[in-house]
């Protein structure tokens, strides 16, 4: 029932079918909400927080996976570099609810704090905190001493005051069918990107639906890349190279799966494709295929495993890479910008 729903809503997003005008009267009524809502926090019906650091916003437009967690670890690990101290606030879904902040690491339980704040921690040793109320979870890390804070999936969460906002679009769906949910994958609309400091394309962004947006033409393309692939029980890395030619089961429960099996596939590998709800809490049976080929899986999923499984079962990380000729002066403005906000604070 799941997957019929899941490949429904492709079509109907992303491929064109027009039973997307049957949903277009709830599409309207998200559209009044949205204007409502964005109208209670300019008139201060609904409050606006003001972090003691600098905050940046990483998030999108759409409904599902963009690239955004990569890009939140790149920039952290890039700020690092630039001296700064940045902590990361994230919603944590997938994981059980909590009325509090919760401080996260790479051995958290997925199934508490959720799959992608685990991965933040792991690959940047920067401090995480998870929270629904985004300014509780700024202001513990600013106690904790991050002079900067990266909120990873923020871009809708206006209660809490940003200094940089970036936007991530996924280039190969672009922004669907250009409508707002449930008749798209839109969470607001395509103006939106007008008030972003930085659009962001992961891969090369297609027309899709109607004609690119200046912005849009104007956003900065990167890309995703894999070097190699891990056991997750840590005894072997190996590089992803040594694969091609293979068939392994690929497992995914990301926002895009088939952007991971493509991935794979643009290695030489044989994909047998097994794709799962984001952030769905995946077990050792889930992935009990019953034959003896390899499991490559995303790392996000591979945080939700021990180490106590098989040879067989692998993960793959990726990094993100852009162009350096583009990125400099970028990361220069950022760095620039949050500098001249840390003075006034």
Excluded at 44 to 57: D, F, K, S, T, Y
Excluded at 159 to 183: F, H
Excluded at 259 to 265: A, G, I, K, T, V
Aim: net charge neutral; charged share 25%.
């Amino acid at each position: 029932m799941k997957d019929a729903i899941y490949r429904w809503i492709q079509r109907v997003w992303y491929e064109g079918d027009r039973a997307h005008r049957l949903l277009l009267p709830f599409a309207w009524l998200y559209c009044l909400l949205l204007m409502l809502r964005r109208t209670m926090y300019r008139v201060g019906i609904l409050r606006i927080h003001e972090a003691a650091v600098p905050v940046i916003v990483v998030g999108n437009i759409t409904a599902g996976g963009t690239g955004k967690t990569p890009t939140t670890i790149w920039l952290a690990q890039e700020m690092r570099e630039r001296g700064f101290s940045p902590g990361i606030v994230s919603r944590g879904y997938g994981g059980s609810r909590s009325k509090s902040s919760m401080r996260v690491d790479s051995a958290s339980d997925p199934a508490i704090v959720g799959d992608e704040p685990v991965l933040i921690a792991k690959r940047t040793g920067c401090p995480v905190v998870v929270d629904a109320d985004r300014f509780r979870a700024a202001s513990m890390l600013v106690d904790d001493g991050a002079d900067l804070i990266i909120a990873d999936d923020g871009l809708q969460h206006y209660g809490l005051a940003r200094s940089y906002e970036i936007c991530v679009i996924d280039g190969s769906r672009g922004l669907g069918n250009r409508t707002l949910l449930p008749a798209g994958p839109l969470r607001e609309t395509i103006g939106r990107l007008e008030d972003v400091d930085q659009v962001l394309v992961n891969g090369r962004l297609r027309k899709g639906a109607g004609p690119l947006s200046v912005v849009e033409q104007n956003a900065l393309e990167f890309e995703l890349i894999a070097t190699e692939v891990s056991r997750l029980n840590g005894s072997l890395t190996r590089p992803i190279e040594r694969f091609a030619g293979t068939t392994v089961h690929g497992v995914a429960a990301i926002g895009n799966p088939r952007r991971f099996f493509d991935l794979l596939r643009s290695h030489g590998i044989q994909v047998i494709e097994h794709a799962y709800p984001d952030h769905a809490r995946l077990q050792k049976k889930d992935i009990h295929f019953g034959d003896d080929f390899d499991i490559l899986m995303t790392e996000k999923d591979a945080v939700k495993f021990d180490r106590h499984v098989s040879d067989r079962m692998w993960y793959v990380p990726v990094d993100l890479k852009i162009d350096p000729v583009h990125a400099a002066p970028w990361l220069q403005q950022i760095e620039t910008r949050m500098r001249d906000e840390q003075g006034k604070q």
